[in-house]
């Protein structure tokens, strides 16, 4: 089991991002004025750009194929030769649900209905805000498709909780796995 990916090695934390997106000075950490929080600011005299480190929202979708649910075998890095459900980032202008449909599609080349929310997950430090869907497959035979190397079913008792990729992951199948026994999800609470 592996914990979640270092925050410093995920450039929307600001370890790539070196030059003003507007004017291409330099950037320079330093108190902003207008909050007194410390952000990446623009060093040439009159240019204002701040860059904000904004989370990446990703969506993912928890779907029913005959009672049992889909899992993907990651490719790539962070968390590769782990398991995980199928999501991935939300594009800019594009529905929530909609992303996490697109996500099953692309990676397990089935057509999903998305459908109640099981839960949104962050972590102290964690780049991403992961939204999670329950959902049933309608049309398509599951198979690894971008970005995996394997798939497997599994029932809700059956979850390998050991070779999940992320605590996100963990978290959203937990939330799933009381969904299946109860109807139900409590929350997580803070
Ligand atoms: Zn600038």
Redesign the pocket.
Known sequence: MIGNPPPEAHPNLGGAVRH??????PLERRVWAFDGTEQLC???PG???VHFLDPKVAAGVIPTFGGKTILLQRAHNPGKGLWTFPGGYVNQGEVVQKAAAREALEEAAVEVRVGALLGVYSFDRFPTILIVFAGEVVSGEPRAAAESTALRLVGAEEIPFGDLAFDTTRAAMRDWQEWMRTGRVSGTAL
Not at 20 to 25: E, K, W
């Open positions: 003003c997106v507007v004017c291409g000075a623009c060093t040439r240019c204002t750009y």
